[in-house]
Nanobody, 115 residues
Framework: QVKVVESGGGLVQPGGSLRLSCAASGRIGVIIAMGWYRQAPGKQRELVARIISGGSTNYADSVKGRFTISRDNAKNTVYLQMNSLKPEDTAVYYC?????????WGQGTQVTVSS
């Protein structure tokens, strides 16, 4: 059974920081890429950041320069360091794992940016 478990969400004031973590376990096969998506109320789910096995990354324009994605291949874990958070970053953040067996999603973690 494959598990994808996120952690690190919460409430933070504008300008603050949060670090999200996501660990994949089980018979997941070879991981091609890991990433983070988010979905705000009334909006479509959108890509935030993605990192492939070779280390290349891509980011949504709205988070470039503020968010950093990183990965620990040995632990099948991906991180999202979020700095200079804005109210418009408020959303449920979902971890995404693209593997040779299938694509997997976490259950989501809420990030709320509010004063």
């Amino acid at each position: 059974q494959v598990k994808v478990v996120e952690s690190g969400g919460g409430l933070v004031q504008p300008g603050g920081s949060l670090r999200l973590s996501c660990a994949a376990s089980g018979r997941i096969g070879v991981i091609i890429a890991m990433g983070w998506y988010r979905q705000a109320p009334g909006k479509q789910r959108e890509l935030v950041a993605r990192i492939i096995s070779g280390g290349s990354t891509n980011y949504a324009d709205s988070v470039k320069g503020r968010f950093t994605i990183s990965r620990d291949n040995a632990k099948n874990t991906v991180y999202l360091q979020m700095n200079s958070l804005k109210p418009e970053d408020t959303a449920v953040y979902y971890c995404y794992v693209q593997a040779t067996t299938a694509d997997y999603w976490g259950q989501g973690t809420q990030v709320t940016v509010s004063s």
